[in-house]
């Protein structure tokens, strides 16, 4: 659950990003608006209601008002296009929050509860959670699922171990300093009564010397890394009969992280 609550956090102050600059394009636009110009047309027009057509045939200032409102026109529309752009940009965003909200929301409760869950629309929320933070450092999400029945297991833990691992796998990619990167999330079945979720990244990857530690407890590669995570997620996955597991070519080759469950289907439905 703390993992779920830092990728909310995270996520939503990605998102605040956003609505901060277009809540200053809302503001200039404002502060600078044309409305200030066609109010002052306005009141010379009231002005001279009584001598209209000598005020605009006659007088220079009345002459040129024509021209003024036309430019006046073109200049609105401009800014409505602007106002309008920035005001579904802010929509979108708000929300995108609702949405990061609701699914916290929907995962807040106590784990243990065995439940009804397909997979592939628990990874969906879980890159969800991630997608602001994906796109700002470039990263390639590519999906395999293939497609599988509903089934029973604990969606909380669950839950808590891809999370963890589809952060790692965006923190491998961030230490190498390049702008992009790709990660792989796959879903299929291995044997006849498990199913597999695999992460892969093109990250710094990990050396040989780490593979029989990583799931240590405190152990950590990160400055400010808790050493937590992997270890409660292994953790987790035994408890639940599975296992999670690691495989690297060695340091800067990315690295793939794997957990395995034991399939109990929800009847015979697919």
Do not use: C, W
Request: charged share 25%.
């Amino acid at each position: 659950m703390a993992e779920v609550a830092t990728g909310v956090l995270h996520n939503v102050g990605n998102v605040l990003n956003s609505v901060n600059v277009s809540t200053d394009v809302l503001r200039q636009t404002l502060r600078n608006s044309e409305v200030k110009t066609l109010t002052r047309v306005a009141g010379l027009l009231k002005e001279h209601s009584a001598d209209m057509e000598e005020f605009l045939t006659v007088s220079q200032k009345g002459r040129m008002l024509p021209g003024v409102v036309i430019q006046l026109a073109e200049r609105l529309e401009m800014e409505h296009a602007t106002l309008n752009a920035e005001q579904e940009h802010l929509a979108r965003n708000v929300e995108h929050i609702k949405n990061i909200v609701a699914m916290q929301q929907s995962y807040a409760t106590v784990s243990g509860i065995r439940e009804k869950v397909r997979l592939a629309d628990l990874l969906r929320d879980v890159l969800q959670l991630h997608a602001v933070s994906f796109a700002r450092h470039g990263i390639e999400v590519i999906r395999e699922y293939e497609n599988l029945p509903e089934m029973i297991m604990d969606k909380h833990k669950v839950l808590q171990i891809l999370v963890n691992l589809a952060s790692n796998a965006r923190q491998a990619i961030d230490e190498t300093m390049r702008r992009s990167g790709r990660i792989h999330v796959s879903l299929q079945k291995s044997g006849g009564d498990r199913v597999r979720v695999s992460i892969s990244d093109d990250g710094v990857g990990i050396p040989p010397e780490n593979f029989t530690r990583i799931f240590s407890h405190g152990f950590t590669t990160r400055q400010d890394g808790h050493g937590f995570g992997l270890h409660s997620g292994a953790l987790a996955a035994r408890e639940m009969g599975g296992s999670l597991t690691v495989d690297s070519a060695g340091a800067g080759l990315g690295a793939t992280f794997t957990l395995e469950l034991p399939i109990e289907t929800v009847g015979a439905k697919g």
